[in-house]
């Protein structure tokens, strides 16, 4: 349960002159975890739902009976347990936006490990007809593969199956999806035709789209031989790309309407091209507070400063401007604004993998059915914490001793404490100006070495 295996399990117990156990034992007593998967399933997300479903109920000022059907936004990620496009195993989870609960999730395997040992052998060494088939039936309701296909298409493939299960199991529509710029699971769930769907953004990869364009942008140039980055004030260099990444985010996430963050995103790059003989300002918010030092002074009623002096980023207007226009164009049409109104993020998703993967390490070999189980226990504990794993503990019968709530409890402050952390606005700064400096120290580090060692766009 705590995601070892019977190897580290047994080198635990020897550092603690415990007994351990048999491999054979172990290996038994952990299918009698996995038989058990389809009851932890429900009692795990029964919990969540209806904590949801109430909380949305509230939210929308809907009076809840049992059969009423809820239409709420969901997050939806998929996760990979190896990175690029060999991942045999592949989860999509989704989480209710308003509560930050897990709701379902879903995993697709297209690897089974006694079909490749024993079946494998079988075939190829029992030259019987129809030996195989007779042990492929026997074995069939146990195998773990539920997939045929690329592993970049099962993100879409469970998507499928939890939407279309959504009513049935949840008396829930998940109207809205929060996901990535690919598209492909919404697609995929509103071709099944369930209910009508509308499509929201990430803010943070919305954001990034930006910085991707840019970087493509000065690629592109340079192949044409207009070279837009390199040395010399109001050049699109590296930093530069990447504090506009920045203003952009920010611009998106201080507007509650389209057009205002229509008006902060022009602020954001009208603002660093001005100079003192064109001040570019008229976007810039107004009062003595604004975080524009030209509409500052105006509101107290000083002289502003010069410009060299008071721009923290400055961009050639002559040089920029027709390169830059269609990108900032393209990137704040009214409609993705309008998919970003919620200001709403996929760190819950991204933390939930991170929980996920600590419980099923990705570098070493698990089985699908020791994933699915990992994948359970993680989001027992991502959704309600010590209780969580007691749900989990008391359905296995185990005793929940005092120390396994004091250690429990203790794990769990330690989580809250950290993601308390994460959402404070001040870390966030901080947090931004140490990644800033990070990739300012890396860029350095690369023009000693003679140039990037990665291609520009990726991330
Ligand atoms: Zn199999
Ligand atoms: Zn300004």
């Not at 195989?132 to 195998?143: F, I, M, V």
């Not at 003192?276 to 300002?281: F, I, Q």
């Not at 008391?394 to 404490?417: D, I, Y």
């Not at 931004?432 to 060692?453: D, I, N």
Request: aromatic content about 8%.
């Amino acid at each position: 349960m705590a995601g070892m295996g019977s190897d580290t399990f047994n080198l635990f117990c020897e550092y603690l002159d415990l007994p351990g156990l048999h491999k054979k034992t172990f290996l038994k007593n952990a299918d009698r975890f996995y038989a058990k998967y389809e009851a932890t399933r429900k009692q795990i997300f029964s919990r969540a739902v209806a904590i949801a479903r109430a909380e949305n109920a509230r939210e929308a000022n809907i009076e809840l009976t049992d059969d009423t059907i809820l239409d709420i936004c969901v997050s939806y990620d998929g996760t990979w347990m190896k990175r690029g496009y060999t991942s045999k195993i592949g989860i999509g989870c989704v989480i209710d936006v308003v509560t930050g609960f897990v709701l379902d999730a879903e995993l697709l395997s297209t690897y089974c490990h006694t079909c490749e040992t024993t079946g494998a052998w079988i075939k190829s060494n029992v030259p019987v007809a129809g030996r195989y088939e007779a042990w492929y039936n026997q074995h069939k309701s146990d195998c773990c593969v539920n997939f045929v296909g690329t592993s970049g298409h099962m993100e879409v493939a469970a998507a499928e199956l939890l939407w279309a299960r959504s009513i049935d199991d949840h008396r829930l529509r998940y109207t809205t999806m929060l996901s990535d710029g690919d598209a492909k699971a919404f697609t995929a769930a509103q071709k099944l035709e369930l209910y009508p769907m509308a499509k929201e953004e990430c803010v943070n990869h919305v954001a990034k789209r930006l910085g991707t364009s840019l970087r493509n942008l000065v690629t592109n140039c340079s192949k044409r031989n207009i070279q837009l980055g390199g040395r010399g004030t109001g050049r699109l260099t590296r930093e530069t790309m990447d504090k506009l990444q920045t203003y952009y985010d920010r611009a998106i996430r201080k507007s509650n309407t389209v057009e205002e963050m229509k008006a902060a995103i022009m602020a954001t790059v009208n603002h660093c091209y001005s100079t003192d003989e064109t001040p570019r300002h008229d976007f810039c918010p107004e009062g003595p507070d604004s975080w524009c030092f030209f509409k500052a002074a105006e509101a107290k009623g000083k002289a502003p400063g010069r410009h060299a002096t008071n721009m923290k980023t400055k961009l050639d207007y002559k040089l920029l401007n027709e390169h830059l226009q269609p990108i900032y164009d393209r990137l704040s049409d009214d409609e993705l604004l309008s998919r970003c109104l919620r200001h709403a993020t996929q760190n819950a998703n991204e933390s939930l993998h991170s929980v996920i993967w600590s419980k099923c390490s990705k570098t070493k070999f698990a089985s699908a059915k020791k994933v699915r189980f990992s994948m359970l226990l993680a989001i027992a504990e991502y959704n309600h914490g010590p209780q969580g794993s007691s749900v989990l503990k008391n359905l296995f019968g185990e005793p929940s001793g005092v120390s396994a709530t004091r250690l429990s409890q203790r794990r769990t402050s330690r989580r809250l404490a950290a993601s308390r952390q994460y959402e404070s606005d001040k870390i966030t700064h901080r947090r931004a100006a140490r990644k800033m400096a990070l990739k300012r120290r890396q860029r350095e580090l690369e023009e000693l070495e003679g140039g990037p060692s990665y291609s520009a766009g990726a991330f």
